[in-house]
């Protein structure tokens, strides 16, 4: 028999009629967040959720513990029951039948770089990237007509400066910039997708409604996916 891929079963998973079910269950024992849109689900690659998971829950054993206790966790566990058993007995193949760690060469989560740095893939160039964001204005148009704008600023800000605190007597610092100017930054400190996806729902989990900046950190990254993979 063949051995199993990370491409057979990432395929497998994409057409199991459960696939955004198993999306949010694969997100939540990663990152321990529940994503309710499912347009927020089907625009998550597949493939690096499965390698997320790889990393945040390295051995085989741990895996059937942790989605397990995902799912005594959820007010409805039977719907998710059958959801389980496929990322178990699906992903569950990837791991070393020996109980090592399992190990994806194809992104070096354990080790995700501070702000800045690169995640590169081994023998494989970078793609050219342009130096400034491509068509920043449209950007602003396309996320702020689907989120607040202040939210958007609220975790731009805290994600490139510092935590945003509403009961701050001093906005100056705040106010004194913009979103456009904010975006731009992100775009220059950020040029790796990944790194940026993580730190942006790390932000998101540090403010007040956590679930609410979530739903803009994952509209601007479904914004910006396609001008990070453009050449």
């Known amino acids: 028999m063949d051995e199993i891929t990370l491409?057979?079963?990432?395929?497998?998973?994409?057409?199991?009629?459960n696939v955004l079910r198993i999306k949010r269950l694969v997100v939540f024992a990663s990152h321990g967040f529940?994503?309710?849109?499912?347009?927020?689900l089907a625009a998550m690659d597949t493939r690096r959720l499965v390698e997320e998971l790889l990393v945040a829950v390295p051995n085989l054993g741990d895996l059937k513990q942790k989605i397990q206790a995902c799912v005594r966790q959820l007010n409805k566990p039977g719907v998710y029951a059958l959801v389980a058993d496929a990322i178990v007995d699906s992903i569950g193949l990837l791991y070393p039948s020996d109980g090592s760690p399992a190990v994806s060469t194809a992104v070096a989560w354990a080790g995700l770089p501070e702000a800045g740095d690169e995640l590169t893939v081994p023998g494989e160039p970078l793609p050219e990237r342009p130096t400034q964001l491509p068509d920043g204005f449209d950007l602003r148009l396309e996320v702020a007509n689907t989120v607040s704008p202040l939210r958007l600023k609220v975790l731009l800000f805290s994600l490139l400066h510092r935590?945003?605190?509403p009961e701050e007597k001093d906005w100056h610092e705040f106010n004194g910039v913009d979103v456009g100017a904010l975006l731009d930054a992100l775009w220059s400190r950020y040029s790796?997708?990944?790194a940026l996806e993580k730190r942006l729902y790390a932000s998101a989990e540090g403010l007040r409604e956590p679930q609410e900046y979530r739903q803009?950190?994952?509209?601007?990254?479904r914004s910006l996916r396609s001008r990070y993979e453009s050449p």
Do not use: G, I, K, M
């Open 34 to 40: 529940w994503v309710t849109e499912a347009d927020d």
């Open 163 to 165: 935590p945003f605190d």
């Open 192 to 194: 790796d997708f990944a």
């Open 216 to 221: 803009v950190a994952s509209t601007l990254l």
């Open 7 to 17: 491409e057979d079963v990432v395929e497998a998973l994409e057409q199991d009629e």
